[in-house]
């Protein structure tokens, strides 16, 4: 197995797969040819696909249902936040 992300500083390096973790997201423990241990994203991996790099055939780095995680947590933090005219009243009511 070789690990295909671009941007990685281990692109390039062949590993050999110590442990599969599968859920919502497909993690890989693996073992690199020095015997150092990482965990990646399968994505960043030719696993699933050993046959053709996918990185090269798709535009994106981060699968949907990840994007989909940030975005929900970007509305709980704007949720949060207090509008500045809501706090200048606040402020106007307790003087």
Known sequence: MTII???SPLCGEKALVIEKRF???CDLSL???DG???CVDAIWTDFAFPERNR???VKHLMDVHRALQVCDLIDQIRAREVPVEA???LLDQSR
């Open 36 to 38: 150092s241990r990482v």
């Open 23 to 25: 859920g919502i997201h």
């Open 55 to 57: 990185l090269t055939q």
């Open 87 to 89: 706090e200048e009243n």
């Open 31 to 33: 073992e690199l040819r």
């Open 5 to 7: 992300f671009p941007q």
